[in-house]
């Protein structure tokens, strides 16, 4: 059994990963912690009832280690990297929910986070929690960046694509639509009900904090830099996102069926990746870790749309999938 921790367990994240961690057969939790919450999570989460109900406990870093094999850091960004440090300094090992080890340039953190980064020098040597491409680094891993949720649905259809230079790396377009829990438990105006409920809103354009991630990874897989338009958008529905990419090909003649067969080949032996011929919604990953992707050529465009459940495959699954590598169990194990 491996013994693990879960900091900020009163937010949404850290929900989903509960529930996903109840299945895992290698897994007991043995610590929960929240800044104020005292009761017991059941009563903050009462969809859990009857099947955990340890206490929330305001826990110090080194409590916390003599707890657990592994944390997973539900936590918003730099509040993580301040905490994490001493974690691995008493051997454990830690997934890193928020944005504070993806980025790999601790300027380029500031400027989009707004504060210096705690742990700077960790920056650019910890894996990025994305098995499909990162397997090999996570495996022997005791830090892993899990990515973020938009950035999931950019890097996963557009890599293959970049990598076989069947686009080109200029002018890609990323038009996105997320549900309201990507915003977290915290309430902010703009995910009030009455502001989101029958609307559609466009948000942060070109400013979203996930815009550096994305370019990043997409940079490295087409091996030149390369800046995306990246434009969110908040939709009325609790959870999932949609990600249509627009895209130059990078040659005439380029057909669906060409880009179809390189996505396939690509994520063969993926067990959550699946590319689809049907044009995929949200509903049909929604409380899974996978992702489906399909793609079509557009007038003069190559076009990929990608859905996830941004608390699953873009959270809370994704980093149970890092868990089981960096512990050897199945990677599969406990996810749907
Ligand atoms: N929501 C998503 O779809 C999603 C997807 C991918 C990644 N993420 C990332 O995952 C992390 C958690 O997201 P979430 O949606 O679960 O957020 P959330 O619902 O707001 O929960 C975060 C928890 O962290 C604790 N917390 C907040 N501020 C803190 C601080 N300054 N110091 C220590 N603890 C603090 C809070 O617990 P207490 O107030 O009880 O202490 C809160 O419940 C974030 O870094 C987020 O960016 C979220």
Request: glycine share 6%; with cysteine; hydrophobic share 40%.
């Amino acid at each position: 059994m491996t013994k693990v921790a879960i900091l900020g367990a009163t937010g949404y994240t850290a929900l989903e990963l509960i529930k996903i961690l109840l299945r895992h057969p290698g897994v007991e939790m043995t610590a929960l912690t929240s800044r104020e919450e005292t009761a017991p999570v059941d009563q903050v989460h009462p969809s859990l009832i009857g099947r955990i109900s340890l206490p929330m406990e305001n826990l110090s870093a080194k409590e916390v280690a003599s707890r657990a094999e592994c944390v997973f850091s539900c936590l918003p960004h730099a509040a993580s990297a301040a905490v994490i440090p001493e974690l691995l300094e008493n051997g454990v090992k830690v997934v890193d929910f928020s944005a504070d080890y993806r980025l790999h340039s601790p300027e380029v953190f500031k400027k989009w986070y707004e504060v210096e980064h705690p742990d700077a020098n960790r920056l650019g040597k910890v894996p990025y929690g994305m098995p499909e491409l990162f397997r090999k680094s996570i495996i022997s891993a005791n830090l892993v960046a899990n990515p973020g949720c938009y950035p999931t649905t950019a890097i996963l259809p557009l890599t293959p694509l970049l990598r076989e230079k069947l686009i080109e790396s200029r002018d890609v377009i990323l038009d996105s639509k997320s549900g309201v829990s990507g915003g977290g438990r915290k309430p902010k105006l703009n995910y009030h009900y009455p502001e989101c409920n029958e609307n559609i809103t466009t948000y942060n354009v070109g400013k979203h904090r996930h815009l550096p991630e994305i370019n990043q990874y997409l940079s490295m897989a087409a091996g030149t830099s390369l800046e995306v338009i990246f434009t969110p958008h908040l939709t009325p529905m609790d959870r999932g996102i949609l990600t249509a990419a627009y895209a130059k090909p990078a040659r005439t003649n380029i057909t669906q069926s060409e880009i179809l067969d390189v996505l396939r080949n690509f994520y063969q032996n993926e067990p959550f990746v699946q590319i689809v011929e049907h044009l995929p919604g949200t509903k049909e990953v929604a409380f899974t870790n996978r992702c489906h992707i399909t793609a079509r050529v557009v007038g003069e465009r190559i076009m990929t749309i990608s859905v996830i459940d941004n608390l699953i495959k873009g959270a809370s699954g994704s980093a149970v999938q890092n868990f089981n590598l960096m512990f050897g169990y199945e990677e599969t194990l406990a996810l749907l």
